[in-house]
């Protein structure tokens, strides 16, 4: 393998070495341009230095070792979406035809009686994957702004009482501040509660529907001050004498949507709130991804002792998955330059919202 000099786009090999000397790259390998050499400096600490040179000129780097030999891979960045996105547009058609079965359930519908029911279920599957749509774009957009690579999302169907398990969007980039970290982790929480509040403001003014079969029939929602606060201003009330009555299912969406906000500002891992807390605090977010698996194994033990047991599994295994995408690690950005005080602001009132949709017993199945 011949080493080849760099096209006029890519750094000059010899301008790396003060953090990673060179001594072969390959033009020609599938996977990018790859660099092979020594780090001068701590591995960790080489993509810190080298990847803002690479993305001032079109590309993200990986940092490798490969049968004992160091590699460094440049591959070209894109922003935008090549071709139809195929594997986003199933699972957001399969969603779609989850989120409609499982708004079946709270309408107290049949599918097995009548195939069309699904349709009529519409409002329910529209609030859900609205709200969700929201959330994720808010993401994509920002995502755009700072040019950071980002796909479109990505809807969970799942067979639940809910139909879904939410949405994601991949990053497979770098981040170059905190003020991209923050305006892109903040994105879909703010911009998913504006759709969560107008969502619920029109479904509590909806009327309520009568459910006498079904799972539904023995579930009982825990609402949040956000959703319980709505309806007060709104004038309407979300919990009936009548016990097979529930509210709109459209409120159920609202009620989707606060409580996936309420998730994603946990600041653990690569959630939202870990990005927002990341950028707010820096490094001293390790503490917090301490304190937040403790807090659930608190809460879950708390209504273990005081409240029967009720959504203990729920925050327990949540306390889990907290401790594991803990140890997976959260985002890093570039450039460690503190975030201003508007920042800081916009943060801090984004978690008071966040706690508004925060309920100890969110879900019970009764039966």
């Not at 509040?197 to 009327?207: D, R």
């Amino acid at each position: 393998m011949a080493t080849q000099s760099s096209p006029p786009e890519l750094p000059d090999p010899e301008s790396l070495a003060d953090t990673f000397r060179v001594y072969e790259v390959d033009m020609t390998a599938d996977d990018g341009v790859r660099y092979y050499g020594e780090p001068v400096t701590e591995s960790e600490q080489v993509i810190h230095r080298i990847a803002p040179v690479f993305r001032q000129r079109g590309y993200r780097v990986a940092l490798k070792k490969e049968m004992g030999e160091w590699v460094l891979i440049a591959r070209e960045r894109s922003l935008g979406v090549d071709g139809i996105p195929w594997l986003n547009v199933g699972l957001a058609v399969l969603t779609l035809v989850s989120t409609l079965y499982a708004g079946t359930r709270w309408y107290g519908l049949s599918v097995l009686e009548d195939p069309t029911a699904m349709l009529s279920a519409w409002p329910f599957a529209a609030a859900a994957l609205g709200i969700l749509t929201v959330h994720e774009f808010g993401h994509y957009v920002m995502s755009r702004y700072h040019e950071v690579e980002a796909s479109l999302p990505y809807f969970l169907p799942f067979p639940n009482v809910l139909g879904t398990l939410g949405a994601v969007i991949s990053m497979n980039d770098h981040i170059p501040d905190r003020r991209a970290l923050f305006d892109i982790g903040v994105a879909g929480p703010l911009a998913g509660l504006v759709a969560t509040v107008i969502v619920t403001a029109i479904g509590v003014t909806l009327p309520p529907v009568e459910v006498t079969r079904g799972i539904v029939t023995n579930i009982e929602l825990g609402y949040p001050l956000l959703l319980r606060g709505i309806a007060a201003l709104m004038g309407e009330q979300l919990e009936y004498a009548n016990p097979r009555l529930l509210p709109n299912p459209v409120v159920i969406g609202g009620w989707v949507g606060a409580f996936v906000t309420f998730l994603n500002l946990l600041p653990v891992g690569q959630l939202d709130g870990a990005h927002v807390a990341r950028s707010l605090f820096g490094d001293r977010l390790s503490l917090v991804q301490i304190a937040v698996p403790i807090a659930l194994f608190g809460l879950a033990g708390y209504l273990v002792a005081f409240e029967g047991g009720r959504a203990a599994g729920l925050w327990a295994f949540w306390g889990l998955l907290a401790l594991v995408f803990g140890r997976l690690g959260s985002a890093t950005p570039l450039d460690e330059t503190p975030l201003g005080l508007g920042r800081w602001a916009i943060g801090l009132v984004t978690f008071v919202l966040g706690m508004l949709c925060f309920v100890p017993v969110p879900l019970v199945i009764t039966i």
